[in-house]
């Protein structure tokens, strides 16, 4: 079976990510898989590839330039005719280029969609001719794929109707071919080692990071904050922190290509973003045993099940997350035992059972 999923680059985020890792799971199955780039042929994961087929269509057409789309049309158009299955690795351009591609050539077409729609466009008020655009286009896809159960009710509130009976949910898993390395034990009495990975930014909501530490404080707990990453909040979170007293408890690594090391020698993973899919790096932590500490953000409360009380607190606060952290730290052990079983209900070859099944049940009927 041949398919093919149009991005717009191979750049380092979790779309990207995750159409790489499906993709050569996938192929390394006998499925031809092709990964279509439309709007740029930067490709940050070549040492990942290995059997997929990149094809660049960026240099027959751009976005911006409306007498080049006929000549972009088309050349999507001959990847979708070559293909039985077109996926939508994402919204906006990808998304409105699968649609037109396959129209009227008969494919099974599919949308993967990342994210909590709703939520998505309350925070960032999508472009409203975007908006309408994405709208009208997964209204008319029957198969849309998300990667947590809050995504697909998100969407379907987004859209003003009922969730399809062919929506479908794949949550997101960790590379197999990454090597883990083992957690660092603590030594007491050193400080709890907190770690953020992610962007410094306003939907990470990083003022709980703060006042997170500052509640910790004053519980007498001890506590230190590494933040993985950049973003335009920076100066700002610097800024406070200085006047709140606690950049010595606050260290920034920026932005890191890979996150394990830093996983592997803190406690507790937090979380504090305002909407989230499937996050990468809570699906990262949980093989080794790294507690989490978040947010009640959309689909992060799903990867617990029964005990998401003990990884996620309802209201988004610096005091609940601070009395989460302290809780966690009475029976650490077991719970750090339980994320290690628990992350194999995510493992990749789980998770690629689940989309092969899903992309042979037309095929082989």
């Known amino acids: 079976m041949k398919i093919a999923i149009f991005l717009r680059d191979l750049g380092l985020g979790g779309v990207e990510r995750c159409a790489v890792l499906v993709g050569e799971a996938l192929a390394a199955r006998g499925f031809a898989v092709t990964l279509v780039l439309l709007g740029g042929n930067r490709n940050l994961w070549t040492s990942r590839i290995s059997q997929v087929q990149v094809v660049d269509l960026s240099s027959v057409w751009q976005p911006l330039k409306p007498w080049t789309w006929l000549a972009g049309w088309r050349a999507a158009r001959r990847v979708a005719r070559e293909h039985d299955v077109v996926i939508a690795g994402t919204f906006l ?4 280029m ?6 009227g050539l008969n494919k099974r077409v599919m949308a993967w969609v990342h994210g909590p729609f709703f ?4 925070f960032a008020k999508m472009n409203p001719v975007h908006r ?3 709208q009208f286009v997964y209204r008319r896809l029957d198969e849309l794929v998300f990667v947590s159960n809050h995504a697909k009710d998100s969407m379907a509130r987004w859209l003003g109707c009922a969730a399809k009976t062919t929506w479908q949910v794949l949550p997101n898993f960790v590379d197999a071919a990454q090597a883990l390395p083992s957690a660092v034990p603590r030594v007491d009495p050193a400080p709890l080692r907190l770690v953020f990975i992610g962007r410094i930014a306003t939907e990470k909501q990083p003022h ?13 707990v001890a506590a230190h904050l590494t933040v993985v990453g950049d973003g335009p909040l920076e100066t700002w979170l610097l800024a406070v922190a200085a006047e709140r007293r606690l950049s010595g408890q606050i260290t920034l690594v920026g932005r890191q290509e890979h996150v394990s090391d830093y996983l592997a020698n803190a406690d507790v993973l937090l979380l504090t973003s305002g909407f989230e899919g499937c996050p990468l790096v809570v699906l990262e932590s949980m093989p080794m045993g790294v507690l989490l500490a978040s947010t009640n953000a959309g689909g992060v409360y799903e990867l617990f099940a029964e005990r998401r009380d003990e ?14 952290i302290i809780a966690q730290q009475t029976h650490a052990a077991e719970l750090s035992e339980w994320l290690k079983q ?6 990749q070859e789980v998770l690629i059972d689940r989309w092969q099944a899903l ?5 082989d009927a």
Not at 208 to 220: G, I, P, Q
Request: with cysteine.
């Open 93 to 96: 351009l990808p998304l409105y």
């Open 98 to 103: 699968t649609y037109a591609a396959t129209l």
């Open 119 to 122: 939520e998505l466009d309350q």
């Open 132 to 134: 309408t655009a994405c």
């Open 208 to 220: 709980l990071w703060l006042d997170t530490l500052a509640a910790l404080n004053a519980k007498n």
């Open 311 to 324: 990884f996620v607190v309802g209201q988004a606060s610096g005091a609940a997350l601070a009395d989460l």
């Open 342 to 347: 628990r992350a194999k209900c995510y493992a």
């Open 359 to 363: 992309l042979s049940e037309h095929h």
